[in-house]
């Protein structure tokens, strides 16, 4: 980063100078400029114009009609998650911006870049509760990095272009743009587009400070059992490379949040496994006994912590992070390193010296095997007549050789797939993890697709979650998505279920869910499928799915009552870990 | 650590929805803002937020740095009251027979710092600026005298340390450049990865 104060901003021309646009156009300018290849959306009356305008752009970009705007959104944010781009997604006024608002939500708490454009109603009509008018600033004001409201057309390229470097510049996030009937319509000068790379109030990066680096590296040179965990930061600042010569040179035991999870390959010999509730026996014990823990990119969720004044109490905490706001939000830093990690992971290599750690690695290793013989194998290799998840996971493992992208939805699955899992590559986990969003797996699926169409992208779905946005099969077969839908059939709420087994006596209040025949649902759709409910099927029954040209929906049905071990009881700390 | 009075100072662009935007960060905290007063600063189009609340330090921390978070936010900064110089004002409206007949009114005047911003017949109303004790102590004062009407304005307060939140500001005013995006890789591949 250089601190020079003039800096030109980056002209694009698109159209000539001077041409007369409307705002519908200069919208779609704006996303040339920018180099948007795909729109979700979803059309109504408040956005007809930029639709209108759309037509007319079909040849440079491809506009994915949805079946809800909640699908639409997701389908943004995994597009988002697998191309390390900004998703973009249209929606009409009122009740399309209002069913953006899950969405929004999920991005915002996983910092996921969108710019979403809402239609709103004339001007001249704000406020007098028109047709389809809703105060869409103010809903989505709490789910947004930004938002703005545009009700003049010359206002459209410098704020698209605001709209674009906020969304995915610093800790990325969502960003909205409401735009009134009357700006798309109203034609005026147009004077060329240009890309926004400063804002007066706006500093997407803190200042790396390089003595807290070297305080850093000190306390890491002088650890005895010092503990990497990581979350998505790594991901998103697109420093997996500086992560792995980091954590290689300094050969320290890694573990990886949820989110953060595929950013290095799941059977690194430094990786220990997945952080949190249902993450894996050793990095959660051991946090409560390492003496340096460097936390990279996360930013200590409940869902990792547990029971915060029993979390890593006896750690120096040292926390790299891009968002100031993050430092000591939760867990008390002893030296918090500001930064892109892109910038503050190389510095701080560069101080530490090679090290390696093989008794305090082992000691991760012994719990592992705890966990293999009373959790994991029982999971992988069960000798019950009903299959588990993980039996699932294990062989769609061995058949992609972890080289798939897995979407997950939310749920007993979510968990066993992400516990179980192999990836060899980079933003291939994506899942709702801050908001825990059912229905989000299907419509992010697609949206996966589209940003890494040379890849499997399999999505791993409950009967329930499934339910939630079915609708998007239809969007499936329209486009002729390539995704792979598996869904595991338990016949519950199951996640909720465990928890009424577990804290609620068992009491099994309104999670036995009764399902449709999904394969013939897919087949309303055109798209093919299998239901399987025998062990003896599933290899064959999986392959079959990988192999099949096109989308395809194998269910598989799985025991019942089967829960997700190990777990950190709410309330708890991470140390007192149950494995069952 | 207790609770104390901190007055916040925030730094803003003048923009629609940004008050919004920074009361949301105090309600879904549930912590009430005792005063807000938001006017222009002394620097062109940027605005100044003084916010009062009632916290322990730890919290009211957070809330600056998230408040600071807001992309139209410039810096906040929070500080106990020995920190600053603070004032409010307050007006007073009580009936003009009463208080000509029976209070002398220019002791009052002179003892309260006050002074009278209009005389009617029918009432007249004092303006005085203070801090909350004093300009309590002036209700107390002409309550008996059949005060009509009260309002005391939110606090604006200045930093007591001499070079005040001025050179922050202009440090911070030194421009960055921004971060390149990243092209995608599929650009101009339309026809190869997508089927339509
Ligand atoms: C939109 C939404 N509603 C409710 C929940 C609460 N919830 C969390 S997990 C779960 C059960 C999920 O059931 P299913 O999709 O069948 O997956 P399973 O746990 O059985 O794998 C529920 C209801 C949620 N996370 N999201």
Known sequence: MSSTIEMAPKKIQTKDKATSLSGSQAVLEAFLAEGVDTIFGYPGGAIMPIYDALYDYQERLNHILVRHEQGGIHAAQGYARTSGRTGVVFATSGPGATNLVTGLADAMIDSTPLVCITGQVFAHLLGTDAFQETDVINITTPVTKWNYQVTDATEIPSVLAKAFYIAKSGRPGPVLIDITKNAQIQKFDYEGYEKCNHIRSYRPKPIVRKEYVEQAAKMINEAERPFVIFGQGVILGKAETEFLKFIEKAGIPTAWTILGESAIPTDHPLAVGMLGMH?????????????????????????????????????????????????????????????????????????????????????????????????????????????????????????????????????????????????????????????????????????????????????????????????????????????????????????????????????????????????????????????????????????????????????????????????????????????? | MSKQEFTVTVYTENQIGLLNRIAIIFSRRKINIESLNTSPSEVEGIHRFTIVINEVEEVVKKLARQIEKQVEVLKAYYNTNEEIVWQELAMYKVPTDEIAEKVKVERLLREYGARAVVIRKDYTIFETTGQREETDKLISVLEPYGLIEFVRSARVAIIKASSGFHEKLKEFEQTEPGEEVIENEFLDKQDEVFTM
């Open chain 1, 279 to 580: 993450g894996n026996y050793g990095p959660n014990v051991l946090t409560n006994e390492c003496d340096v823990l460097i936390a990279i990119g996360m930013r200590f969720d409940d869902r990792v912590t547990g029971r915060l004044d029993k979390y890593a109490r006896q750690a120096k905490v040292i926390h790299l992070d891009i968002d100031p706001a993050e430092i000591d939000k939760n867990v008390k830093s002893a030296v918090p390193v500001w930064g892109d990690c892109k910038e503050t992971l190389p510095l701080l290599t560069e101080l530490i010296a090679p090290k390696v750690y093989p008794q305090w690695l082992q000691k991760f290793r012994e719990y592992q095997q705890q966990e293999e013989e009373t959790c994991i194998n029982p999971e992988l290799n069960p000798t019950s007549d009903e299959m588990t998840m993980g039996e699932v996971i294990r062989t769609l493992n061995e058949l992609t050789g972890g080289d798939a992208v897995i979407v997950t939805d939310v749920g007993q699955h979510q968990m066993v797939a992400c516990r179980y899992a192999k990836f060899t590559q980079s933003k291939s986990n994506v899942t709702s993890g801050g908001l825990g969003t059912m229905g989000f797996a299907l419509p992010a699926a697609v949206g996966a697709k589209f940003g890494a169409p040379s890849r499997t992208v399999v999505a791993i779905i409950g009967d329930g979650g499934f339910q939630m946005t079915l609708q998007e099969l239809g969007t499936i077969m329209q486009f002729d998505v390539d995704v792979k839908i598996l869904i595991l059939n338990n016949q519950f709420l199951g996640m909720v279920r465990q928890w009424q087994q577990l804290f609620h006596d068992k009491r099994y209040s309104f999670v036995n869910i009764t399902s449709p025949d999904f394969v013939q649902v897919a087949k309303g759709y055109r798209i093919e499928g299998n239901s399987i409910s025998e062990r003896d099927k599933l290899k064959a029954a999986v392959k079959t799915m990988l192999d099949h040209k096109g989308a395809y929906l194998l269910e598989v049905m799985v025991g019942k009552e089967n829960n997700v071990f190990p777990m950190v009881p709410q309330g708890c700390s991470v140390a007192e870990i149950r494995l069952k």
